[in-house]
């Protein structure tokens, strides 16, 4: 557990979601300001925080909770997305990218998840 948490490919590539939903959100109508887009980038933000404050625990079952907290997050965001999209907030190609990278973040997260289960198992 040595890494900083900066170093990990999952807080790099959930910072590039974060930015992704905010840039996205950007067009969303003005009522939803306090709804669907404060929901949004709450969720998205709370993806690289919750690795950051894991990585930082001093045990592996400290990190393994904060990223599976994470990766629930990103089913939040899925989700929220969606419903972006059925609304008409978001064309498809846009949702579909969107969803593509929330996917990658979500596999990462999947990964790590597992290689600490292993880890410990050892």
Sequence with gaps: MGQHFK?????????????????L???FPPQENYRLVDQLRRAAVSVPSNIAEGQ???????????????KGSVAE??????IAQR???IKQDSCERCIASIREVGRILAGLISSLEVDEAD
């Design 7 to 23: 170093d990990l490919i999952a807080w790099r590539k959930a910072m590039d979601l974060v930015e992704e939903i905010y840039r």
């Design 25 to 27: 959100t950007n067009s």
């Design 56 to 70: 930082a625990r001093y045990t592996k079952k400290d990190f393994r909770h904060f990223l599976r907290t994470a």
């Design 77 to 82: 965001i899925e989700t929220q997305i969606l």
């Design 87 to 89: 609304l008409g907030y």
